[in-house]
């Protein structure tokens, strides 16, 4: 049986999962009929979303508070947290009676603040610090430390990770067979180090894909290196996985699994993830949060054994409504439907009647339009965002604006303007 190269082992998860059982709800572990039918193998959502705090991370944050001495709940604790991490703490706190003072960056979703003042009621105090996750932490790191409290750190803390971990333990204990591959969603590390830590001494046979978003991939990032780094620009879009530098804890369990060829960890664009949420929500009635669809996500573009037993964990549900918006436009992008362009219209009647006539196709809708007319030229420009039925329409109406007399230019996708549109 191998060692585990941090203090965490399969028996500090099992005494967690025993810690955690009157608390923590076993959540569904569900076949994906859309999933399967798209990959050829047997998908299973493992359904985090469905906790109390609609997020696996109260597993892990009740199990550390739980296990505090009398003396150390009294002191209370302090903790960071891009939005589910509180959460899970908040409960825990008001669970046990233990007060908190949690710390979350400007730029978590204004659902997520709310529902973690609603779970701690009197037991949280919550302070807006940052744009990011990591300057969050930073400042709640240094508050504990001036105060005394216990840091309940949202991934890089042993016991931590092993109340991630039971989720691994949970889906074994649900399945007839232990599955061929599980896929993890990966932000600070905490959820895979777990799941790592327990498969690795019962079940290293079972193969673990960790799925980070590709504008936050600081795990790729500490494994190129040899060791956690800092990454230079952390895209907060997936906030549920927006970390800028993996734990010092967690690093060396996920280094030890990709050495032993457990463990392969790939990157989804943000744009996926979107149609991942929307597909979530329309097929399977799920409404998962970024970083819950990571791991489904990630299908896509796995290769997987036709017939295989894959298990991708849904890891938290804690998405804004007011965020759809944003998530449906990412999402024709990311399919090659939506596109702009500046459109330089003459002056006279008729001009917009002819370029719907002439250049948009059967399928295609102006989805925005803003023109300014210029009294002192010919010609007046608009900026105009297109829906295409197809990503390949694209070329044919590229090539009706071409013969058009009308004059457009398509705005580029690596642009600063067409970053500022979305």
């Known amino acids: 049986m191998p060692n585990s190269p941090t203090p965490v082992t399969a028996t500090d ?20 009929r859309r ?59 008001a669970q046990l009676g233990v007060q ?17 003042a609603s779970i701690g009621g009197e037991f949280a105090e919550l302070i807006l610090i940052g744009e990011t996750y ?41 399945l007839d067979t232990p599955p061929d591959v599980i896929v993890v969603p990966v932000g600070g590390g905490g959820l895979i180090s777990g799941c790592l830590a327990w498969l690795g001494e019962r079940y290293p046979e079972v193969r673990v894909i960790g799925v980070e978003p590709a504008g936050a991939a600081s795990m790729a990032a500490a494994l190129e290196a040899g060791h956690p780094v800092d990454l230079e620009h952390v895209d907060p879009f997936v906030d549920g996985a927006a970390v800028g530098r993996v734990g010092e ?26 149609v991942e949420m929307l597909a979530l929500y329309q097929v399977e009635g799920i409404i998962a949060e970024p970083a819950g669809a ?38 024709l992008v990311y399919e090659g439907r939506k596109h702009w362009f500046l459109v330089d219209f003459p002056q006279e009647p008729g001009s917009l009647r002819r370029f719907l006539d002439e250049v948009l196709g059967p399928d295609d809708d102006i989805t925005h339009f803003e023109y300014t007319k210029r009294n002192n030229r010919d010609t ?15 070329l044919p109406l590229l090539a009706r604006m071409e013969t058009s007399r009308i004059h457009a230019e398509r705005v580029d996708p690596a642009s600063t303007l067409f970053h500022f549109l979305i």
């Open 100 to 116: 908190a003072r949690i710390y979350l960056p400007r730029t978590t979703p204004r659902q997520k603040r709310d529902r973690v």
């Open 13 to 32: 998860v099992e005494h967690a999962t025993a810690r955690l059982k009157k608390v923590i709800e076993v959540t569904n572990l569900r076949r994906s």
């Open 249 to 274: 804890q967690t690093f060396p369990i996920v280094q030890a699994a990709l050495d032993a060829g457990r463990l392969t960890m790939v990157a989804v664009d943000e744009g996926a993830v979107c």
């Open 35 to 93: 999933l399967s039918e798209a990959t050829g193998a047997e998908v299973l959502l493992k359904r985090e979303d469905q906790q109390g705090v609609r997020s696996y991370k109260v597993r892990g944050a009740t199990n550390l508070i739980d296990s505090l001495t009398p003396a150390e709940r009294e002191r209370g604790v302090t903790c960071a947290s891009a939005g589910n991490h509180a959460q899970g703490v908040a409960f825990a706190c």
């Open 134 to 174: 990591d300057q969050a932490a930073a400042a709640a790191a240094q508050d504990s430390l001036e105060r005394g409290t216990t840091l309940v750190h949202a991934f890089d803390d042993p016991t931590i990770i092993a109340g991630q971990g039971t989720v691994a333990l949970e889906i074994i204990r649900q």
């Open 380 to 394: 007046g420009p608009a900026l105009v965002g297109i829906e295409l039925g197809s990503a390949h329409d694209l």
């Open 294 to 331: 990571l791991a489904s996500a990630a299908l896509a573009q796995i290769d997987l054994e036709p017939g295989s037993r894959v298990v991708a964990i849904v890891s938290g549900g804690n998405n804004d409504v007011s965020r759809y918006a944003d998530i449906v436009e990412r999402a």
